[in-house]
Nanobody, 126 residues
């Protein structure tokens, strides 16, 4: 059974930092691209960052470029999202998602991903 579990969300002041973690299990044959998405109340789910299967390819939404960094540790089955210089508009539920296909590409569209975590809340407020 494939499973993704996010952690690390919380309340942070504007300008602060948080690191989200995503623990994967059940991917016994390996896993492909991983994406981080977020959804704020009343808004559509937005792709934030992605990383290819090897970890060499990454992609970021313009809104977070230069502030967020995605990384993965395949041996530990972990994916991370380092978030710096956080803004109130970063407030959302953050989800990690995996593409079970080993050939899956790093894309910011949700349709490529077929395993999703339950989400973790990030609130940026003073």
């Amino acid at each position: 059974q494939y499973q993704l579990v996010e952690s690390g969300g919380g309340l942070v002041q504007p300008g602060g930092s948080l690191t989200l973690s995503c623990a994967a299990s059940g991917f016994t044959s390996g896993w492909g691209a991983i994406g981080w998405f977020r959804q704020a109340p009343g808004k559509e789910r937005e792709g934030v960052a992605c990383v290819g299967g090897s970890g060499r390819t990454t992609g970021y939404a313009d809104s977070v470029k230069g502030r967020f960094t995605i990384s993965r540790d395949n041996a530990a089955h972990m994916v991370y999202l380092q978030m710096n210089s956080l803004k109130p508009e970063d407030t959302a539920v953050y989800y990690c998602a995996a593409d079970k296909r080993l050939s899956g590409l790093c894309v910011l569209g949700p349709d490529e991903y077929d395993v999703w975590g339950q989400g973790t809340q990030v609130t940026v407020s003073s």
